[in-house]
């Protein structure tokens, strides 16, 4: 639970990215499916110790993926999968910690679509991201003014 | 270089979950300042902020100017507009992810019959 004391901010979102992947859809499907497959490239990133990667692939099923980076931060993330179509879809809702600040509930949809010989990946995200850098205290001291200049800056490039 | 972009986030991260760092930030957004001006509303030492400083500096989120005398701090905007929301952070994981899937697919395409076994499932895995 976040902390009842802090102002909370709410943004939701969501976004799509499309992947096109030199391997049939029963292939990608299964390098999500299978847990040592899953292990081998959902997770592992420079400077993330892995400390628990656990899959239960099916409806109903959870899974939890927490790791510690280099920062000392400990990032945790817990899904509950909801739908399962082999080779074709898998929907499942998850949450992210990092140390003990939910920053996120999210839906993700994965859509595995023949293309040619390979396939087509299309992931879906919908969330809420929670209590974002413009937290209470630093909102006080002017996070507003810092992302104003950001939007300029971005704005100029 | 997938390294370098996903260290970049977690610096990126690391960097701005202080409080006292992002106000050091929005400080900077209105322009360059020296590191006494900096340091003037906050209640600690100058080297308390100096050492906050540092850890935005090596994020890439501020640059330093190289007087010995008088260091203007800047505010770096590139690593920022990164991260200025979570759900760009969420997006470039992602993108990570798929890099790495590919790259998945493409090795054990070369032994298509192996199959990842169930004896691996408990191992656990510490990246390089």
Same mark, same amino acid.
């Not at chain 1, 004391?5 to 799509?16: L, Q």
């Not at chain 2, 190289?66 to 979570?86: M, N």
């Given at each position: 639970?976040?902390?009842?004391?802090?102002?909370?901010?709410?943004?939701?979102?969501?976004?799509?990215?499309?992947?096109?992947?030199?391997?049939?859809?029963?292939?990608?499907?299964?390098?999500?499916?299978?847990?040592?497959?899953?292990?081998?490239?959902?997770?592992?990133?420079?400077?993330?110790?892995?400390?628990?990667?656990?899959?239960?692939?099916?409806?109903?099923?959870?899974?939890?993926?927490?790791?510690?980076?280099?920062?000392?931060?400990?990032?945790?993330?817990?899904?509950?999968?909801? @739908?399962?179509?082999? !080779? &074709?879809?898998?929907?499942?809702?998850?949450? *992210?910690?990092?140390? %003990?600040?939910?920053?996120?509930? /999210?839906?993700?949809?994965?859509?595995?679509?023949?293309?040619?010989?390979?396939?087509?990946?299309?992931?879906?995200?919908?969330?809420?991201?929670?209590?974002?850098? @413009?937290?209470?205290? !630093? &909102?006080?001291?002017?996070?507003?003014?810092? *992302?104003?200049?950001? %939007?300029?800056?971005?704005?100029? /490039? | 270089?997938?390294?370098?972009?996903?260290?970049?986030?977690?610096?990126?991260?690391?960097?701005?979950?202080?409080?006292?760092?992002?106000?050091?930030?929005?400080?900077?957004?209105?322009?360059?300042?020296?590191?006494?001006?900096?340091?003037?509303?906050?209640?600690?030492?100058?080297?308390?902020?100096?050492?906050?400083?540092?850890?935005?500096?090596?994020?890439?989120?501020?640059?330093?100017?190289?007087?010995?005398?008088?260091?203007?701090?800047?505010?770096?905007?590139?690593?920022?507009?990164?991260?200025?929301?979570?759900?760009?952070?969420?997006?470039?994981?992602?993108?990570?992810?798929?890099?790495?899937?590919?790259?998945?697919?493409?090795?054990?395409?070369?032994?298509?019959?192996?199959?990842?076994?169930?004896?691996?499932?408990?191992?656990?895995?510490?990246?390089?």
């Amino acid at each position: 639970m976040n902390d009842p004391s802090h102002p909370t901010s709410t943004r939701h979102d969501t976004f799509v990215i499309e992947r096109r992947l030199d391997a049939s859809p029963a292939r990608v499907y299964a390098a999500f499916a299978d847990q040592a497959a899953k292990r081998a490239w959902f997770a592992g990133s420079a400077g993330l110790t892995q400390l628990r990667n656990e899959l239960d692939f099916r409806v109903g099923g959870e899974e939890h993926v927490d790791g510690r980076w280099t920062s000392g931060m400990v990032s945790k993330f817990h899904a509950v999968y909801h @739908d399962i179509v082999p !080779a &074709r879809r898998i929907v499942y809702s998850y949450d *992210m910690h990092l140390d %003990e600040r939910k920053i996120s509930v /999210s839906l993700a949809t994965i859509e595995f679509h023949p293309d040619g010989v390979g396939t087509r990946l299309k992931l879906t995200e919908q969330g809420a991201f929670l209590d974002g850098y @413009d937290d209470a205290g !630093a &909102r006080e001291r002017g996070t507003n003014g810092l *992302m104003d200049a950001l %939007e300029k800056s971005l704005a100029r /490039s | 270089m997938h390294a370098t972009a996903s260290q970049q986030l977690d610096a990126t991260f690391a960097a701005l979950a202080d409080p006292t760092r992002r106000a050091i930030l929005a400080r900077l957004a209105s322009g360059e300042q020296s590191v006494t001006a900096l340091a003037e509303p906050f209640e600690m030492s100058l080297p308390a902020v100096t050492k906050h400083l540092g850890v935005l500096e090596r994020a890439g989120l501020i640059e330093r100017g190289r007087q010995a005398q008088w260091r203007p701090c800047r505010l770096q905007a590139a690593p920022l507009r990164q991260a200025a929301h979570w759900v760009e952070q969420y997006k470039a994981h992602w993108e990570l992810r798929l890099d790495r899937l590919e790259e998945f697919l493409r090795a054990s395409s070369a032994a298509p019959a192996k199959k990842p076994t169930r004896k691996t499932t408990n191992k656990r895995r510490t990246q390089p």
